[in-house]
Each structure stands twice: as structure tokens, then as C-alpha cells.
């Protein structure tokens, strides 16, 4: 048990010195992600019914894949971001926080990676 107050805890700790550019990157990826998703929507809606030759056909479209790849990426580290916060907010024991923040990290790389590779295989006609 301590008697130190909560203001004498963290009097000299400093700051993490990342907090202003977490903020930044997650306003900024949110913001990309207005536009990114609105083509994303329309992508897929106009892809509805479609057989798997105009798909290839479609993404065959450089610009096509490329919006559709940086709505993946921007989407992927928006969610890391989100997921990141929360994690740092709300798991109070510093092992599980530590395993769930890389687990969270490996999970949106892999997304992003798995998403994008898929897409430029379709891109090529594979």
C-alpha cells in the first residue's frame, strides 16, 4: 500500500512523447478512409453478380486495384490504431497488454499483406 497521491506517481515520469502523433495518424487515416470506403462501396456494388472474368477484367485497372490496395492499407492501420487504444485504455496487466498489442499488430499486417497480394494476383489475371 502506497500514500503517495496520484499526482506525486507521476511527477518527473515525463510525457511518451507519441501521443500527438497517434492522434494525427489515426485523424488522418480516418480521414483518408472517407473517400477510400465510398469507392470501395461502389466497387463492390458494381461487382454484385459479376463472374470471376469481369472481375479480372475490372482490377486489370491500375487505378482500380490501387484505390482498392490503399483502402485496404489505410483501413488496416486505422484498425490498429483504434484497436490499439483500447487496448492500452482497458487491459491493466502489462503481459497481457504487451501480447495483445503485437497480436494486434501482426493481425493487421496480415491483413493488409494477405488483401494485397490477393489483389494484385487478380490485377495480373492469376
Known sequence: MSFRTPLSRVTGLGSAKSGTEHFWNQR?????????????????????????????????NPFITGFAILAIVSASIHMRLGLQVVIEDYVHTE???????????????????IA????????FGG
Open 28 to 60: 488522418l487515416t480516418a480521414l483518408a478512409n472517407v473517400p477510400l470506403m465510398l469507392f470501395s462501396v461502389w466497387l463492390v456494388i458494381s461487382l454484385v453478380g459479376a463472374d470471376r472474368a469481369q472481375m479480372v477484367a475490372t482490377f486489370a
Open 116 to 123: 494485397t497480394v490477393s489483389l494484385l494476383k487478380l490485377s
Open 95 to 113: 503481459s497481457t497488454k504487451w501480447l495483445l498489442l503485437m497480436l494486434n499488430s501482426f493481425f493487421a499486417f496480415g491483413v493488409a499483406i
